[in-house]
């Protein structure tokens, strides 16, 4: 089992700045990648942001481009995503995603989510 914690929602202005975190904790694991998706009311899931463990490669949603930057510490398990320039229509919950490998069986994890909203 591979653990997710994370942080950093709240509540922020048009045109304002968050940045959230997740910690990846658990047994003897291997990463593949982690990345970011949302969800806001009524809503699918949309991917966000994620990032290659291995050599770092990045990749966003349109959506996104060149406002957000998503950023990992290997040392650390953990995986950030810094969001500039919010807009409302940025308001959903995030949830952190983790590609991985525990004892050999790929698997996929997700975070509890973590609130962000963006006032007009």
């Known amino acids: 089992q591979v653990q997710l914690v994370e942080s950093g929602g709240g509540l922020v202005q048009s045109g304002g700045s968050l940045r959230l975190s997740c910690a990846a904790s658990g047994r003897t694991f291997s990463t593949y990648a982690m990345g970011w998706f949302r969800q806001a009311p009524g809503e699918n899931r949309e991917f966000v942001a994620t990032i290659i463990w291995s050599g770092g490669s990045t990749y966003y949603a349109d959506s996104v481009k060149g406002r957000f930057t998503i950023s990992r510490d290997s040392a650390k398990n953990t995986v950030y995503l810094q969001m500039n320039s919010l807009k409302p229509e940025d308001t959903a919950v995030y949830y952190c995603?983790?590609?991985?490998?525990?004892?050999?069986?790929?698997?996929?994890?997700w975070g509890q989510g973590t609130q962000v909203t963006v006032s007009s």
């Open positions: 995603n983790i590609d991985t490998a525990v004892l050999g069986t790929r698997s996929q994890y």
